[in-house]
């Protein structure tokens, strides 16, 4: 199994980026895919995620109305738009795919047995 993130940068205050992350080895369609975020010294933070088939999503409180996570199944990718973006978004930020999630466990990194190597994101003027 392979995730590979990619679109980080650097990026001003108030502007968009938008990570990709392709997914190999499973049947992406049927796993819950996500995103997390780490800055030093911190826990690794869930930030938004979309469920294998249903295709709900789940937004932190502080990204609702500027992030937008999505997926393409033909692509084996999903994707983080990120606008408005602000300093406090500054970060690494990971995909992560699970299978079998449940509602309560969707938040929480050690329900995520992949992992992308990370991106770095900096927003900054």
């Known amino acids: 199994v392979q995730l590979q993130a990619s679109g980080g940068g650097l990026v001003q205050p108030g502007g968009s980026l938008r990570l990709s992350c392709v997914v190999s080895?499973?049947?992406?369609?049927?796993?819950?895919t996500a995103w997390f975020r780490q800055t030093p010294g911190k826990e690794r933070e869930f930030v938004a995620a979309?469920?294998?088939?249903?295709?709900?999503?789940y937004y932190t409180d502080s990204v609702k109305g500027r992030f937008t996570i999505s997926r393409n199944n033909a692509k084996n990718t999903v994707y983080l738009q990120m606008n408005s973006m602000k300093s406090e978004d500054t970060a690494v930020y990971y995909c992560?795919?699970?299978?079998?999630?449940?509602?309560?466990?969707?938040?929480?990194?050690?329900?995520?047995?992949?992992w992308g190597q990370g991106t770095l994101v900096t927003v900054s003027s």
């Open positions: 992560g795919a699970a299978a079998g999630t449940i509602y309560s466990t969707t938040f929480n990194p050690k329900t995520y047995p992949y």
């Open positions: 080895g499973l049947s992406f369609s049927r796993y819950t």
């Open positions: 979309i469920r294998g088939g249903s295709s709900s999503t």
